[in-house]
């Protein structure tokens, strides 16, 4: 294909009176070509003559790139098959939309042609995005971008984003904390169920220790868990917690504009990554606990091509963790438990009667006494609920065991009731013993588990060593039998 340089090459040497030819031999060009260019070159040549203001126009047209015909070229890849299978993939991925009742999670061009991949097909994801693009009908104004760079340890960025999950309840709306290190392109979020203060500075605290320091700024949007008040046009009263907060850990905090996401562009385009990567192909999960898990992973793997181990070099040393905790007080109750909020939690029955300190985070809430943890619960979002730890009992049902089947303790955790009920109705005593030597109810199952399957095996190898002896017995007397040593 000729370039603009070989045209003007082609005028400026016939110009100088050299041949076609000898053109063709130096160029590498045909003669046809040659000829072609000339002759338009001639005409607009003679065109220009007392042409005055055009005459610009027409020297610029002389020098132009030269123009080819669009060929017709027939699909050789793509086939009716696939554009079919593109088209079902995207209407599945409408639904999933419309089921969620918004689009934040739709599947990305990429995820698309991936699953095509693994179903065997053999198409580009240049294709994919060809008939993507006609489907979705995409007509968007190309918008111009300043490119930003930042120094490693300088500038980590902070946004809440919202994500549609069922954990059980059906399709609820939940909440990503998302903070991005642009320096690094290091991105991590954590899962709530609400964007309130103690999740967003609960969600610092975590981040903190997971990587180990501190930036120097944070940025924020203008969020009511930064700025408590707008004073006059371009003022701020930053709230008091953030700053308690930022001051220990010595950062400082920089809220962007109004209506200025593009002041904080890496973690606005992170919360779209993150909702996408994690959660565009799994929405359900047993738990928030689980789903976290499962985040977690995913961000490992996310995360492999970042260079947070560079910039951890570069950030501000890490203090212990800054205490979220609202601090009060409350007397055990003569069943072993400290009403909190409403709810009764339980703790070790040998501090009924006695004052306890409780520590409660946004998630769960801690006992002390004398200074020394003593118990810790899950957080109950709910009114008028026993809270309960069986192994904070065991002193009490190990003096009265009779008293363990009908107990509050064991009635709150089913799986424990279930092997109780099965196994040890007549044998309390064995129950408690295997409780003793737990740490948890879930090991405790566990361990029931084990010592049945031992019982078994050992009943199973008893009657298969009894039946051994009875064949071989009788066949001994078959043998006396025959020499007839019994009469």
């Not at 109750?333 to 339980?346: E, I, L, T």
Request: glycine share 4%; with cysteine.
């Amino acid at each position: 294909m000729l370039n603009k340089l070989q045209k003007a090459q082609i005028i400026d040497l016939k110009r100088k009176g050299q041949s076609t030819r000898n053109i063709s031999r130096k160029l590498g060009i045909s003669r046809t070509t040659i000829s072609k260019y000339w002759n338009e070159a001639q005409q607009t040549l003679h065109a220009l003559e007392g042409r005055g203001e055009d005459a610009r126009t027409m020297q610029y047209e002389l020098y132009l790139e030269p123009q080819y015909k669009d060929r017709e070229s027939k699909r050789r890849t793509i086939t009716t098959q696939m554009l079919e299978r593109i088209k079902v993939l995207y209407e599945q991925d409408l639904k999933k939309n419309k089921a969620l009742r918004w689009d934040k999670q739709r599947l990305t061009n990429k995820q698309i042609h991936q699953t095509l991949i693994d179903e065997g097909y053999t198409i580009s994801i240049c294709s994919v995005n060809n008939e993507l693009a006609k489907l979705r009908k995409q007509h968007k104004t190309p918008t111009a971008y300043i490119k930003q760079f930042y120094e490693y340890g300088k500038r980590l960025e902070f946004d809440f984003g919202e994500v549609r999950l069922d954990l059980g309840l059906g399709i609820k709306t939940y909440y990503m904390a998302v903070f991005c290190a642009p320096a690094s392109n290091f991105r991590w979020c954590f899962l709530y169920d609400n964007q309130k203060q103690p999740v967003f500075l609960d969600s610092h605290v975590k981040f903190f220790q997971l990587v180990g320091g501190v930036w120097e700024t944070v940025v924020y949007d203008n969020m009511k868990n930064v700025v408590s008040k707008f004073e006059g046009r371009n003022g701020k009263r930053l709230n008091e917690e953030l700053q308690k907060m930022a001051s220990y850990y010595g950062y400082k905090i920089f809220a962007t504009n109004p209506y200025s996401g593009n002041e904080k562009g890496s973690v606005e385009r992170s919360v779209e990554v993150l909702r996408n990567r994690l959660f565009s192909l799994n929405q359900k999960f047993e738990s928030i606990e689980t789903a976290q898990k499962y985040a977690d992973a995913e961000l490992k793997k996310l995360n492999n091509d970042s260079s947070i181990l560079i910039e951890k070099e570069y950030i501000l040393p890490l203090p212990p963790p800054y205490e979220l905790a609202e601090f009060s007080e409350g007397v055990v109750s003569k069943y072993g438990f400290v009403s909190v909020d409403g709810n009764r939690y339980s703790v070790p029955e040998r501090y009924v009667g006695k004052r306890v300190s409780v520590k409660k985070y946004y998630n769960e809430v801690r006992f002390f006494f004398d200074l020394a943890e003593i118990a810790r619960h899950k957080r109950s979002k709910e009114k008028n609920e026993d809270i309960v730890d069986i192994m904070h009992f065991l002193d009490g049902l190990e003096r009265k065991p009779a008293a363990i089947q009908n107990s509050l303790a064991l009635r709150t955790i089913p799986k424990l009731k279930e092997q109780f009920d099965k196994h040890f109705t007549y044998n309390p005593r064995k129950f408690i013993e295997i409780l003793r030597t737990s740490k948890n109810a879930d090991e405790a199952v566990f361990a029931i588990n084990q010592t049945i399957k031992r019982q078994a095996v050992a009943a199973k190898s008893v009657i298969t060593a009894d039946s051994s002896t009875e064949v071989k017995t009788k066949s001994m007397l078959e043998e006396y039998s025959k020499l007839g040593r019994l009469q």
